[in-house]
């Protein structure tokens, strides 16, 4: 029962990351980049770039949702620690850190085309540390999932 309550709380707090996450991208950003070409039309010829680098980076969120919805399911059914679960938990690290690289990469390439300003880009190697942060602690907790359910198995057969 604990397992089933704490997998609908985790659902219900996705859900509304995933509300979030949905305003951020569909309306935030682009009513975000819209009023700054109107306050600033010589910044024209950066928004299209900005804009689709800034867009890219929800498709790992969108992952990261999708495996942690599965995840999810799993703790309900009471397999917090299995298999499946540390390598659901591994694939959204592995998407967190590549979506920091995808930040990184893009913001550095504009930075040496000029379409970048050096506060922005700073501001983005912060922005890109706090995600290879939560990447890496993500990278840590599969790993520690994956050793709880061999030590789970291990200890089944032993039964």
Known sequence: MMCKQLARCCK???????LCL???????VPGVATGLLR?????ADRFWPWLLLVEATALP???VALWGWKLTGEIGRGNAFSGESARLVKR???ALLLDAALFLAGNVVYFLL????????????FVCAAAAVFGLAARALAQLVGEAAR?????????
């Open 12 to 18: 219900i707090s996705l859900t509304g990351g995933c």
């Open 22 to 28: 949905a305003a951020v991208y569909l309306v935030a």
């Open 39 to 43: 306050q600033a039309p010589e910044l």
């Open 61 to 63: 969120c969108i992952l």
């Open 92 to 94: 959204a690290s592995t």
């Open 114 to 125: 000029g379409i970048s300003h050096s506060a922005v880009a700073l501001l983005a190697l």
């Open 151 to 159: 030590l789970r198995e291990d200890s089944e057969l032993v039964i």
